[in-house]
T-cell receptor, first 113, second 115 residues
Framework: DQQVKQNSPSLSVQEGRISILNCDYTNSMFDYFLWYKKYPAEGPTFLISISSIKDKNEDGRFTVFLNKSAKHLSLHIVPSQPGDSAVYFCAASGLRSNYQLIWGAGTKLIIKP | ETGVTQSPTHLIKTRGQQVTLRCSSQSGHNTVSWYQQALGQGPQFIFQYYREEENGRGNFPPRFSGLQFPNYSSELNVNALELDDSALYLC??????????????FGPGTRLTVL
C-alpha cells in the first residue's frame, strides 16, 4: 500500500528552465507535506514544506503547490541550477501515520548545462 | 554545531548474524528516528526514540530493536539478519517528540549488505 507516490523515477531539465516534480498521495488524513533533497553519499536534507491549510508555499527558487482535491502536490524550481541535480523525495505526515513521515520513492533530477 | 553522524559507513554480514548500527544526534536534539531505505525506494520508518523511550514504531518485526542513551545518541540492533535487510539505514535527529512535524536532520547512513 503505497500511500505516497512519485511516478517519475527521473527528470532531465535544461539549466535555467523550470523543474516540476510531482507527488500523489492516497490518504486524505495527511496534513503536512515535505520535500527533501538527497545527494549521493549524504542523508536527505529538508527543502520546503506545506501544511494542508495552504495551497502554496514559496522559499526563494522553490515553490510547493498543494491540490487537496486531487491529492497532488508539486515542487517547482525556478530557475534550475546545476547544483539542483539530486534525488528529490516527497514525504507526508498526519494523525493517521502518528505524525511519522511516509515517503515516496524519489525522483532523480538532472540539470543539463 | 556537529551534525548527525553514523557508524559504520558500510557493513557486510551473513544471514542469521546480528548487527548494531550507531548514530550521534545533532547537538541539542532529543529525538532520534531510524529509517530503512531499500534500493530504488524511499526511506521507511522503523522507530523513533524520544528522551530514551520508544515513541512510535513502523511495520518492522521485533528483531529490529533500538536504544537511546542519556546523551541522546542511539543504536539500531537487528537480529537474525535476512537477505532483505540489505539496505541503507538512515538516522535522523530532531527536537521534540512529535514525528514529522519537526524538521529532521539526517546522517549519511550506513549501507548494510547481508550475504
Amino acid at each position: 500500500d503505497q500511500q505516497v507516490k512519485q511516478n517519475s523515477p527521473s527528470l532531465s531539465v535544461q539549466e535555467g528552465r523550470i523543474s516540476i516534480l510531482n507527488c500523489d498521495y492516497t490518504n486524505s488524513m495527511f496534513d503536512y507535506f515535505l520535500w527533501y533533497k538527497k545527494y549521493p553519499a549524504e542523508g536527505p536534507t529538508f527543502l520546503i514544506s506545506i501544511s494542508s491549510i495552504k495551497d502554496k508555499n514559496e522559499d526563494g527558487r522553490f515553490t510547493v503547490f498543494l491540490n487537496k482535491s486531487a491529492k497532488h502536490l508539486s515542487l517547482h524550481i525556478v530557475p534550475s541550477q546545476p547544483g539542483d541535480s539530486a534525488v528529490y523525495f516527497c514525504a507526508a505526515s498526519g494523525l493517521r501515520s502518528n505524525y511519522q513521515l511516509i515517503w515516496g520513492a524519489g525522483t532523480k533530477l538532472i540539470i543539463k548545462p | 554545531e556537529t551534525g548527525v553522524t553514523q557508524s559504520p559507513t558500510h557493513l557486510i554480514k551473513t544471514r542469521g548474524q546480528q548487527v548494531t548500527l550507531r548514530c550521534s544526534s545533532q547537538s541539542g536534539h532529543n529525538t532520534v528516528s531510524w529509517y530503512q531505505q531499500a534500493l530504488g525506494q524511499g526511506p521507511q520508518f522503523i522507530f523513533q526514540y524520544y528522551r530514551e523511550e520508544e515513541n512510535g514504531r513502523g511495520n518492522f518485526p521485533p528483531r529490529f530493536s533500538g536504544l537511546q542513551f542519556p546523551n541522546y545518541s542511539s543504536e539500531l540492533n537487528v537480529n537474525a539478519l535476512e537477505l532483505d535487510d540489505s539496505a541503507l539505514y538512515l538516522c535522523a535527529s530532531s527536537l521534540g517528540g512529535i514525528g514529522g512535524m519537526n524538521e529532521q536532520f539526517f546522517g549519511p547512513g550506513t549501507r548494510l549488505t547481508v550475504l
